[in-house]
């Protein structure tokens, strides 16, 4: 067991998750800045998933993401992750749309 899993098992359920997040103030770190470059953006996720790894809270984070097909990165998946899990942004841009569009005809 990990230690975000032994944290994880701490937060009471009826707590906010979002309160306990590690990313609080580092949103740079999780939403890709306007015409981001293919290796920019694995640096900044490699960045971001290094906090994700220490975060007490990434599986209700992971679920907020995929039920509410959230763009950015969440608990250690950006949206191509979500998309090939299944939960796919509503309004898939670039090369994910492209792949999105080819899928569903
Ligand atoms: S798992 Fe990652 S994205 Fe989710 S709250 Fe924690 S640090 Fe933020």
């Given at each position: 067991m990990s230690a975000a899993e032994v944290l994880e098992f701490h937060v009471?359920?009826?707590?906010?998750w979002q309160d306990y997040a590690?990313?609080?103030?580092?949103?740079e770190l999780f939403f890709a800045p306007k015409a981001e470059r293919p290796q920019a953006r694995e640096r900044r996720e490699a960045r971001a998933a290094k906090l994700c790894a220490a975060c007490p809270v990434t599986g209700p984070c992971r679920e907020f993401a995929r039920n509410g097909r959230e763009y950015g990165f969440w608990a250690g998946e950006n949206e191509e992750d979500r998309h090939l899990l299944g939960?796919?942004?509503?309004a898939p841009i670039g090369i994910r749309a492209r792949n999105a569009g080819a899928a569903a005809s």
């Open positions: 009471p359920r009826h707590v906010d590690m990313c609080k103030g580092r949103t939960f796919t942004v509503s």
